[in-house]
């Protein structure tokens, strides 16, 4: 069964890690580390995502009942030039985070997301957290005859890891032409890309694809290469 991974969204802050409203309260600390590259190098401006992990308990029907009167943090800031992070004076309690910059994988769709707990009013230390350079694979849909939906792209469009998780594009480009996806993968490892596509008929460019609704390559990306490029023809619907 198919796995998909997903980032929490965050409000907005300012700064190196700008605080969210928080109640005083005793035992409050802060989570810190350095976010550098695979080389040592530190990552400047990395975007830092972080939530607290809400509590609570299930009712008789089975319906999770979030714990009455306990903070809720969800914010987001970026590193320093050192690629240091310290968060704002945060309450206690267990907290999830997700590191993410220009030119490398996101940290909770690749590696899983970073975990630090509050306790005692002592600052968590997660010490140094290691982002992986990001190979970026465009995927390419001609659409001459204007059939996706402005606002929908009507299949499921992404890459399969080793272990079947499925991560979606981040970034996506409508032109008169068609709409161009962009998906960042690790270097060296063998993936998939998967396209499903029920509604329309795909077709490749040198038709070695010829009326596909369903299409899965392997394919790695070797550090130095050209980024991977995809492309299909929307030929029309089903």
């Keep these: 069964m198919l796995r998909f991974v997903r980032i929490i969204a965050a409000t907005a802050a300012s700064a190196v890690l700008a605080p969210a409203t928080l109640p005083a309260q005793t035992g409050n600390a802060r989570i810190k580390a350095t976010v550098g590259d695979e080389g040592g190098q530190p990552v400047g401006q990395a975007i830092v995502v972080y939530h607290r992990v809400i509590t609570g308990s299930r009712d008789a029907n089975g319906r999770f009942q979030m714990t009455p009167g306990q903070p809720l943090v969800n914010a ?21 985070l997700c590191v993410k ?3 490398f994988l996101t940290s909770c769709n690749w590696s899983g997301w970073h975990r630090a707990t509050i306790s005692g009013g002592t600052d968590s230390n997660l010490g140094k957290i290691v982002l992986m350079r990001a190979a970026p694979v465009v995927i390419r849909f001609n659409d001459p005859q204007h059939l996706l939906a402005p606002n929908a792209l009507g299949m499921v469009v992404g890459i399969l890891d080793e272990a079947n998780n499925f991560h979606a594009p981040e970034q996506s480009v409508t032109d008169a032409g068609g709409r161009t996806l962009q998906v960042p993968v690790p270097y060296g490892r063998t993936v998939r ?7 329309y008929r795909l077709t490749s460019p040198d038709m070695s694809i010829a009326d596909s609704s369903d299409i899965k390559t392997p394919f790695h990306a070797t550090p130095g290469g050209s980024a991977q490029v995809f492309t299909f023809n929307i030929a029309g619907t089903r």
């Design 76 to 96: 987001q800031g970026s590193t320093d030039a050192a690629g240091a992070l310290a968060t704002p004076q945060l309450p206690t309690g267990n907290y999830l």
């Design 101 to 103: 910059a220009a030119g």
């Design 193 to 199: 890309l998967w396209v499903q596509a029920p509604k």
